[in-house]
């Protein structure tokens, strides 16, 4: 090969061993870099407000969920309430029914008593008849009062658990309201446009840092020439 030939096969070889051509290589790669920062960058923003999105989303339809969960809860209790009450009624009624044939009963008991003492010849309200017949009208009145008291704590007990069933129910429909008012508050739309802003803002300064750096470069080569 001759001294011309050699001379201009090695010619690339000390074009890409120069500065000059480092420096372009440099530029070339920081160019590549500022361009593909912000489109790696763009589709992260995209994903990131998507998945903002449908957690809000998520966020808001677990809500709505609860608040008819407690609604629910509401209402069943507001069911048991009325049959709470339904019961406190009967056991009144039942109650009274009670002391009725109960009474119906010491009142033939007590006639009869009274038949067998005439037909053997003692007299009624004087002397052990009338003391067998007083003892029969005070066992009768002790036996109605705990009738009725057994009636009256029964029938207590019933209402009781229907107003706590009615407390349960308010509260339940409170917390349904609160939870659907916080429900209301989330807005996926307005959060994927708030990321997106975010993202834009972030994007737009990796830019600007990015164009500086070129610039910086850039500058850099220029003097070395």
Do not use: H
């Not at 920081?30 to 920062?37: D, N, R, T």
């Not at 008291?149 to 019933?158: I, K, L, M, Y």
């Amino acid at each position: 090969m001759s001294l011309a030939g050699s001379l201009f096969a090695a010619e690339p070889l000390l074009y890409q061993t120069s500065p000059q051509y480092r420096a372009m290589e440099t530029s070339g790669l920081a160019e590549g870099l500022a361009v593909a920062g912000p489109i790696i960058s763009i589709f992260g923003a995209i994903n990131s407000a998507i998945g903002t999105y449908y957690a809000a989303e998520s966020q808001k339809t677990q809500l709505q969920q609860q608040a008819q969960n407690q609604r629910f809860a509401a209402e069943m209790a507001r069911i048991n309430q009325r049959g709470a009450a339904f019961t406190a009624t009967q056991i009144g009624r039942a109650g009274q029914q009670q002391i009725g044939r109960y009474t119906m009963g010491a009142g033939q008991q007590r006639a009869g008593t009274q038949a067998a003492l005439a037909a053997r010849g003692a007299t009624l309200g004087a002397g052990t008849a009338g003391e067998i017949v007083g003892s029969m009208d005070v066992i009768k009145e002790i036996d109605v009062l705990s009738m009725d008291a057994a009636t009256v704590r029964a029938q207590e007990a019933a209402k009781m658990q229907a107003f706590n069933l009615g407390t349960q129910a308010m509260m339940a429909d409170i917390s349904a309201r609160n939870i659907q008012a916080t429900a209301g508050t989330i807005y996926p739309g307005m959060q994927l446009g708030t990321s997106l802003l975010t993202s834009a803002a972030d994007i737009g300064g990796m830019w600007a840092r990015n164009k500086r750096i070129e610039e910086l470069l850039a500058g850099v080569s220029t003097q070395r020439f």
